[in-house]
């Protein structure tokens, strides 16, 4: 499948019931559920927030160990979720992989908020 095509989740989905079974539908709420951040980040880097090993595993928490399909087969979420992201990206990154090469900004480092700093001083 041409990959700018497979960046749709519908696409995604139709994969997963290739693969898995069951019907696209079943597997359409993952596949929106990694590409929603396309809504406030339209471009590549959207993925830095979900494509990785941890987005898996939050994954799986939020839609459950397994997902049923139409036809009542159990698909383990986190299978559904790897093949997500190794359709998108060729490999699973970690968070690490995405931010490493993110710039210190000056901003990143103000702390206002510092509740322990008046106590430190008091006796």
């Not at 696409?11 to 709420?29: I, K, M, N, Q, T």
């Not at 190794?86 to 090469?101: M, R, S």
Request: hydrophobic letters at 40%.
């Amino acid at each position: 499948m041409n990959s700018k095509i497979m960046t749709h989740p519908w696409y995604h989905a139709v994969r997963s019931a290739e693969l898995f079974g069951g019907l696209p539908e079943d597997y359409l709420p993952i596949h929106n559920w990694f590409d929603e951040s396309k809504a406030f980040l339209p471009d590549l880097r959207h993925r830095a927030l979900r494509h990785h090993a941890e987005g898996i595993f939050l994954c799986e928490k939020l839609f459950d160990i397994t997902i049923e399909t139409n036809c009542g087969k159990k698909v383990p979420t986190r299978i559904v979720a790897e093949q997500h992201i190794l359709d998108d990206l060729g490999w699973i990154p970690t968070v690490k992989d995405w931010f490493i090469n993110l710039e210190l900004q000056p901003w990143m480092t103000r702390t206002p908020f510092q509740p322990m700093k008046d106590k430190l001083f008091e006796s």
